[in-house]
Every structure is written in C-alpha cells, then in structure tokens.
C-alpha cells in the first residue's frame, strides 16, 4: 500500500524548477551579454590599433625644446666633445665557463653618438646590461662621468653620476596598466620634477604618436606601440646618456624612419648615445662611429669612412643608360682596366672583389674599386675618362659612392670574415 501524500508537495517541486530553470536563464543571459561586451571592446581595438598603424610619428618642431639640456645651448655642447662620458677597461663577462665579452676597451665621448654592431649572441645586449648594472662584470672596470665632470667607478661609486636612460632588448611592462601610469612611476624613480611629469608624459606621447592611447592599458598595444612605449621609458627623465639595445625592434618601416629621425635630433641637441643593432642600415644612419664585436671582442672601432680607409674597400658605382652586350663586355671592360690602371686599386682584397672593374647586369652599372689615397682627385679623374673616352661605348647616367649602409656591410662582411679566419687559426683549424 502506498503512503499518504502530504498536500501542496507537487506544486511546491513545481514553483522550485521555475525558480532555477529562471536563475539559469538569468545566468545565461548574462554570459551572452559579457561576450557580447567583450567582443565589441576587442573590436573597438582592433580598429584603433589599425587607424593608428596607418598614422606614423608626424614630425614636429618643439622636439628641440624637449631634448636641449637645461641650461646649455648646441654649440655649448659641441665644445664638451671630447669629455669622456663612458669608458669600458678591460671589461669580461663569463656566464659559467662561456665567454660572452672579452677584454673590452673603449670610450664614449660627449655628444657622440656610438653604434655598438655584430651578429646575433656577439656580446652587444651583455655590454649594455652591464652598463645598465643588470649584470656585474666577472673582471674590468666600467667608468661613468659624475655631475663634477669626473669619471667614477660605476659598480663602486654610482651616486652622482650624469643621467642615464636605457632600452635594454624587448621592453615589457605590467599588461594592466595605462601608459600614463607607468611612464608616471618610472619619471618618479628617477626623481624628475613632480610639477613637470604630466607635461612631459603629454610632450613624448604626442612625438611618438601614442597621445591617444595615454590612458589605455598596455595589453591593448601592439608590439610595435609597446616599443616606442620603451624608448618613451627609456628618455622620460631627460638623461644625458642615452643607451637602446635594438631601439627599431618590432616598428614598421615609417616608425623606424621617424625613430632615426628623433635619434639624430637628440645628437643635434647635445645628448651622448650609444646604440647597439644587427641593422647595418639603422647604425649607418645615426652614428659617427662604429664598434664592431664578434665573439665579445671589439675587432674594430672608428668612422665608418677610416674603417674604409683602412681596409681599402672604396668602389664606385657606375650606373649607365642601356645595357652592355655580352658579346660586348669583355672587351669593354679590357679597356677600361687599360685605361684606368693608374687610379685603379692595386691592393684589392679577394673578400671584397677578385676584379678592381666588374660589371652588374641586373643593375646595368660598372663597380669600380680605386685607389683611395686621393680620394676626390681621383673619382674626379674617372668620371672624366668614363665620359669624354668611352662616350661611343656606354652613356653613364649616375656616378656615385655606395651609401653608407652599402659600405658598413661591405666592412661588416669583411672584418667579419678575416676574424672567423683567425680564430680558426688560432685554433689550429686551417692549415
């Protein structure tokens, strides 16, 4: 026999499933309506990151006023040219057993502007980081000028030492926070004036294009934003030394353009910088002198044009209307060798070229390798017989030196090449 049923039981079972089917339902509109939220947001986003792709640094003409240094002119600057700013002695870097930087000398000076250059694991981001004292030298000594114009000890005595701003490799900041707040903290580390913080936060947002996204959390940039967001840490403070590692990292071809641009504007007003790339280009672009590294050695440090004096590596392009034949060409270039010998150079390495007169087709053009002893006086003397005696043979439309990103890689490969040589020699791995 069945138990009696006790009154009301199903209609209370009955009002308990409507309660939860009407919790469920609430549940799930809420769900729909957070995703919907979120994906009009990432949309949103998506087209300001694209609007502002299609914008580019826009060139203004208060960046002089920013980066002049309180107190002192151009000119004034010029005449501190050869105070030592920083000074590598001697410096090494062990990691373990590994030699990453082998006994490291060199100076930079006032108002120079320095590119550190070499392959991918040469030692340029461990020098940087050292300077930076994210890491400690295993031996050597790194000297930075003080306030008084001396050079200190920097892992000895660091107080009272010139400002100093650094991009150090591939920037990350909290993805939570807004520009303004971080580059807000980092201004106040470095101890810049209160009152001028928002002023100068607004001033290097506006140069770097990144104005409208003051308030915006970092995990809504692009990796491109996020480096000049870097380069904007890195100069917040307004140092007199200014350190990047790789500054042109993830920008596009514009961005790279106007950062150069900034780069040679902050040398206009006096700022001492040294800047470490594998881009031949960006380094030829913006500095006056080059140190080359390889296996954590300096195996040359000058201007680009001594490094070419030096190693001989002048060439002349010579670019001409219409093609030459081959049927053509050997003769050609039989005469003009006959013709050119006395300029020509006599010491041509086989790195560069194993013939002083080559002929380029898919370019249409002559490069010609010569003597450099005087330079002006001989180009000159070339050009003349190029047009005056072989005006039946070819038209010569342009006559030029390589530009300078042309003739750092041409020395780049070269010193490159004669250094993996003698470490192969010294290794016993020639014969």
Known sequence: MMGPVKPGGGFQGQNFLLIFLIIVIIIVVIIIVYFVIKKRKKKKGQEKLREHAYKGIKSREDIKSIYTPT??????????????????????????????VDNVSFEVHSGEVIGLVGPNGAGKTTIIKMIAKLLRPSSGRIWVRDNQGELKDLNKKSRNLVKLGFLIDIPAFYKDMTAYQILKYSALLQRYPR???????????????????????????????????????????????????????????????????????????????FVASHMLAEISEVCEKIAL????????????????????????????????????????????????????????????????????????????????????????????????????????????????????????????AEDKVEIELSKGGVN
């Not at 151009?74 to 062990?94: A, G, P, Q, R």
């Not at 009152?195 to 990796?223: A, G, M, P, Q, Y």
């Open 195 to 273: 009152e001028k913080i928002n002023d100068r936060i607004d001033e290097l947002l506006k140069i770097f294009d990144l104005i409208d996204w003051k308030h915006e959390k970092v995990k809504t940039f692009s990796k491109g934003m996020t480096q000049k967001l870097g380069m904007i840490q890195s100069i917040i403070h307004d140092p007199e030394i200014i350190i990047l590692d790789e500054p042109q990292t993830g920008l596009d071809p514009l961005a790279r353009i106007d950062i150069r641009r900034i780069i040679k504007e902050f040398h206009r007003n006096g700022k001492t910088i």
């Open 71 to 100: 107190g002192t002119s151009t000119s004034e600057n010029k005449n501190e040219k050869n105070d030592t700013m920083i000074k590598l002695e001697n410096l090494t870097k062990y990691y373990g057993k590994y030699l990453a």
């Open 293 to 416: 590294i390889n296996f954590g050695v300096i195996i040359a440090f000058d201007t680009i044009d001594n490094l070419e004096r030096g190693l001989r590596t002048s060439g002349l392009n010579c670019k001409l209307l219409d093609p030459i034949s081959p049927d053509q060409l050997g003769s050609i270039i039989k005469k003009l060798t006959e013709r050119l010998e006395p300029y020509l150079d006599k010491d041509l390495d086989v790195l560069v070229s194993k013939i002083p007169i080559k002929y380029i087709p898919q370019k249409r053009s002559f490069k010609i390798f010569y003597d450099t002893t005087d330079s002006k006086q001989t180009r000159a003397e070339i050009l003349k017989i190029l047009v005056k005696e072989f005006e039946s043979d070819f038209t010569v439309v342009s006559f030029s030196k390589p530009k300078k990103s042309s003739q750092l890689e041409q020395i780049y490969s070269r010193l490159i």
